[in-house]
């Protein structure tokens, strides 16, 4: 049986993975994996240049200093009676579309280990290009209405039935917060925040709530460090230039970049500001294989671990990537113009212009072009809080994103949403609204998925605000 769980970032992709190995592992009777032999649970984004399964496992899932072999772990696995093999984050996996013999790919079309389960995870865009046709796809469509009230009532406020009320109603009355509370993580950290601080105030945009969930973060380290040193503490919260461009410059590409060596990442912002932002938790180091592809290279220099850095979530991404954006869409001598359309950007992918380090993807400026070609690559499909952010962060910057926006035939409606980050006032963006609600509205399958969420979101801003909507109830 094979089967691809789908999801965007922090659905709980990986958080079920985890839950599934905790089940097998306790032996819990109600978890169909009580009567599995063995367990693999793969992260493929640890999987670089690694084609072998077996040596995958043996790399990572066994003490380095395990005297089991390759073959004695083929040996082991061919004897299993029943056996689940979990491959975590596709649209992560480095060699998804290199074509070269991989087992990941041989298990993923059933060539391999046909007599297993085999569960795939990945984000809603990054499907393997061939799975077999008995393949079962099942979508994680985050967090509604009763999954949050239940996971209130259970993770955080126990009994109290009065607090599990307030969260739920300040909830309600930012409609603005709904698409971004469904998705898990976020909700998660809302819900804490709602019911930990008595302050906590109403956020009337998407980028005022981001903004006091990063200062939370700060503010929960600092509250750890000794008062000396404090004073440089609130110098890396507040600069951030070098981590903005870093993060944009993923963000802006062809292909994104997300994940960068920690080498590199220490020569870009310092040691100093890299420590601390992994502390915060902002940054994530991770251990990865390092496969040296010298032929003369002796054994133990062949194979290495390396240490590499993404980001704790592609929202954290995003949101320093917009402080970026807004800094330079708010210079006087740029404008964003879709219809003069370019080869080249003024970012473009470079193998070979990084002198500095040659693990790096490196990044060209062209200064003969001070216009539009920032936004060549930042698909609002892909990247809409990028925009969102960037709005909310400069008005100035703003005022040319959203223009640029409502040039865009399916952008229409998402540029209201921008304008109310630009503004922070839902009375600002009512008289669209009103406009939207008064004619037919309808959400077809075939719409882009950032269309769908515009479209629903403003209705909740309608409803919240007793704005009257067309009496016909929309086609899905």
């Given at each position: 049986?094979?089967?691809?769980?789908?999801?965007?970032?922090?659905?709980?992709?990986?958080?079920?993975?985890?839950?599934?190995?905790?089940?097998?592992?306790?032996?819990?009777?109600?978890?169909?994996?009580?009567?599995?032999?063995?367990?693999?649970?793969?992260?493929?984004?640890?999987?670089?240049?690694?084609?072998?399964?077996?040596?995958?496992?043996?790399?990572?899932?066994?003490?380095?200093?395990?005297?089991?072999?390759?073959?004695?772990?083929?040996?082991?696995?061919?004897?299993?009676?029943?056996?689940?093999?979990?491959?975590?984050?596709?649209?992560?996996?480095?060699?998804?579309?290199?074509?070269?013999?991989?087992?990941?790919?041989?298990?993923?079309?059933?060539?391999?280990?046909?007599?297993?389960?085999?569960?795939?995870?990945?984000?809603?865009?990054?499907?393997?290009?061939?799975?077999?046709?008995?393949?079962?796809?099942?979508?994680?469509?985050?967090?509604?209405?009763?999954?949050?009230?239940?996971?209130?009532?259970?993770?955080?406020?126990?009994?109290?039935?009065?607090?599990?009320?307030?969260?739920?109603?300040?909830?309600?009355?930012?409609?603005?917060?709904?698409?971004?509370?469904?998705?898990?993580?976020?909700?998660?950290?809302?819900?804490?925040?709602?019911?930990?601080?008595?302050?906590?105030?109403?956020?009337?945009?998407?980028?005022?709530?981001?903004?006091?969930?990063?200062?939370?973060?700060?503010?929960?380290?600092?509250?750890?460090?000794?008062?000396?040193?404090?004073?440089?503490?609130?110098?890396?919260?507040?600069?951030?230039?070098?981590?903005?461009?870093?993060?944009?410059?993923?963000?802006?590409?062809?292909?994104?970049?997300?994940?960068?060596?920690?080498?590199?990442?220490?020569?870009?912002?310092?040691?100093?500001?890299?420590?601390?932002?992994?502390?915060?938790?902002?940054?994530?180091?991770?251990?990865?294989?390092?496969?040296?592809?010298?032929?003369?290279?002796?054994?133990?220099?062949?194979?290495?671990?390396?240490?590499?850095?993404?980001?704790?979530?592609?929202?954290?991404?995003?949101?320093?990537?917009?402080?970026?954006?807004?800094?330079?869409?708010?210079?006087?001598?740029?404008?964003?113009?879709?219809?003069?359309?370019?080869?080249?950007?003024?970012?473009?992918?470079?193998?070979?212009?990084?002198?500095?380090?040659?693990?790096?993807?490196?990044?060209?400026?062209?200064?003969?072009?001070?216009?539009?070609?920032?936004?060549?690559?930042?698909?609002?499909?892909?990247?809409?809080?990028?925009?969102?952010?960037?709005?909310?962060?400069?008005?100035?910057?703003?005022?040319?994103?959203?223009?640029?926006?409502?040039?865009?035939?399916?952008?229409?409606?998402?540029?209201?949403?921008?304008?109310?980050?630009?503004?922070?006032?839902?009375?600002?963006?009512?008289?669209?609204?009103?406009?939207?609600?008064?004619?037919?509205?309808?959400?077809?399958?075939?719409?882009?998925?950032?269309?769908?969420r515009s479209i629903i979101q403003l209705l909740e801003i309608?409803?919240?605000?007793?704005?009257?909507?067309?009496?016909?109830?929309?086609?899905?």
């Amino acid at each position: 049986m094979r089967r691809i769980i789908e999801g965007e970032p922090g659905y709980g992709k990986s958080t079920l993975t985890l839950q599934l190995s905790y089940d097998w592992c306790n032996k819990i009777q109600l978890s169909y994996l009580k009567d599995i032999d063995v367990l693999i649970l793969l992260r493929l984004r640890q999987l670089g240049g690694v084609t072998s399964v077996y040596r995958a496992i043996k790399q990572f899932l066994l003490p380095r200093d395990s005297k089991l072999t390759e073959s004695d772990i083929a040996d082991i696995i061919s004897e299993c009676s029943s056996l689940l093999v979990i491959l975590d984050g596709y649209d992560e996996y480095p060699q998804q579309d290199v074509h070269v013999d991989s087992d990941v790919i041989s298990i993923i079309m059933r060539n391999m280990f046909q007599q297993f389960e085999v569960i795939l995870t990945t984000r809603l865009s990054y499907l393997p290009k061939k799975y077999p046709a008995m393949t079962k796809r099942l979508k994680l469509t985050g967090f509604d209405d009763n999954a949050r009230d239940q996971y209130i009532k259970k993770a955080v406020v126990g009994d109290d039935v009065t607090a599990a009320e307030k969260i739920i109603q300040r909830l309600k009355e930012n409609p603005v917060l709904g698409d971004l509370c469904q998705v898990p993580l976020f909700f998660v950290m809302f819900a804490h925040m709602s019911h930990e601080s008595k302050q906590f105030q109403k956020f009337n945009s998407v980028t005022s709530f981001f903004r006091y969930m990063i200062s939370c973060f700060h503010s929960h380290m600092k509250n750890k460090m000794e008062d000396e040193n404090v004073k440089k503490y609130d110098l890396f919260e507040t600069e951030h230039t070098g981590l903005d461009k870093l993060a944009f410059e993923g963000l802006s590409r062809k292909d994104q970049q997300i994940v960068w060596s920690k080498h590199y990442m220490c020569e870009r912002l310092g040691r100093d500001f890299y420590d601390q932002y992994v502390r915060i938790g902002i940054l994530v180091e991770e251990e990865v294989l390092d496969i040296s592809d010298d032929s003369n290279a002796i054994i133990s220099e062949h194979i290495q671990y390396k240490t590499e850095v993404r980001f704790y979530h592609k929202l954290f991404c995003e949101w320093y990537a917009a402080h970026h954006l807004s800094e330079y869409a708010s210079r006087d001598d740029v404008t964003f113009d879709p219809w003069e359309e370019s080869e080249e950007s003024e970012y473009f992918d470079s193998d070979s212009v990084n002198d500095d380090n040659d693990d790096e993807p490196g990044y060209r400026y062209n200064v003969e072009s001070q216009t539009d070609h920032y936004l060549k690559y930042l698909d609002p499909f892909d990247l809409q809080y990028v925009y969102r952010f960037t709005c909310g962060l400069n008005r100035k910057a703003a005022d040319k994103i959203i223009e640029y926006l409502k040039t865009r035939e399916e952008e229409g409606k998402f540029a209201i949403l921008c304008i109310l980050e630009r503004s922070g006032k839902v009375e600002d963006v009512l008289e669209d609204v009103e406009d939207l609600c008064s004619e037919l509205i309808q959400i077809n399958s075939g719409d882009t998925l950032l269309l769908q969420r515009s479209i629903i979101q403003l209705l909740e801003i309608a409803t919240a605000n007793k704005v009257s909507i067309s009496g016909h109830s929309g086609r899905l």
